[in-house]
Structure formats: structure tokens, C-alpha cells
């Protein structure tokens, strides 16, 4: 994955939205509280104007975020993860986010030394 820039800058250019960005980027948000999720995408939805319908995935753990990210790797024999940006709650019930954050690190570079 490449770094990610801030969100802003990606999706617009000089004011007006880069409609390139929808079809460029997949982010996945975790958190145990649907409120929050719900809250952040809105907040994607109105400020770069992302399709969160369509470009973005949802966890409650960071359990079910590994998985879900596991799976994407390993649907189509792909080479990296389609999520271009995470963003994770810290502290979750099952798994926290920085465990779930070094699970899903260490899965990655596994794969990709192979």
C-alpha cells in the first residue's frame, strides 16, 4: 500500500471533488459502537463526498477486522489488501485495535514474502 495522504487532499482538487477518488480507494472502519461508525461516515460522506455505500466496509471488533481483511486479500489470489485506509477504535471488547492492527501487519507481510 502506498501512504495514505489526507483524506482531503485525495478527494478534492483546488475546491471541487476529484471524482477519481470513489473508484481509487476502499476504506474499512472498526469500532464496537455502530454510532461512531455511522457518524464517520457521514462525515466522508459530506466532507469529500465519498459513495460510503460503496467504499466502505464496517467492523465491531478488531477481530472481525483481521478477518475481514484476510478475506480481501485471499479472494482473487491478490497480491495486497484492496482497503487503502483503516481507521480503528483503540479499545474494543475481544481484540483491541493495536493487536488487531499488528495481526493484520504481520498477515500482510507474510503474504507478501511468499
Known amino acids: 500500500m502506498k501512504p495514505i495522504q489526507s483524506l ?4 478534492r482538487n483546488n475546491g471541487t471533488f476529484n471524482q477519481d ?3 481509487n480507494h476502499k476504506i ?5 459502537q455502530s454510532f461512531n461508525i455511522e457518524a464517520l461516515k457521514i462525515i466522508l460522506h459530506y466532507c469529500i463526498g465519498l459513495n460510503t455505500q460503496l467504499y466502505c466496509n464496517s467492523a465491531l ?3 472481525q477486522a483481521f478477518q475481514m481483511v484476510k478475506d480481501d486479500f485471499e479472494e482473487g489470489n491478490k497480491k495486497e489488501t484492496s482497503y ?5 477504535d ?4 475481544e481484540m ?3 493487536t488487531s492492527m ?3 501487519r504481520e498477515y500482510l507481510l507474510s503474504k507478501k514474502a511468499k
Request: glycine letters at 10%.
Open 8 to 11: 482531503v487532499q485525495i478527494g
Open 90 to 93: 483503540l479499545n474494543m471488547p
Open 61 to 63: 471488533s478488531g477481530q
Open 21 to 23: 477518488f470513489t473508484y
Open 96 to 98: 483491541d485495535g493495536n
Open 28 to 32: 474499512l472502519i472498526v469500532d464496537d
Open 84 to 88: 487503502n485506509l483503516i481507521l480503528m
Open 102 to 104: 499488528v495481526n493484520i
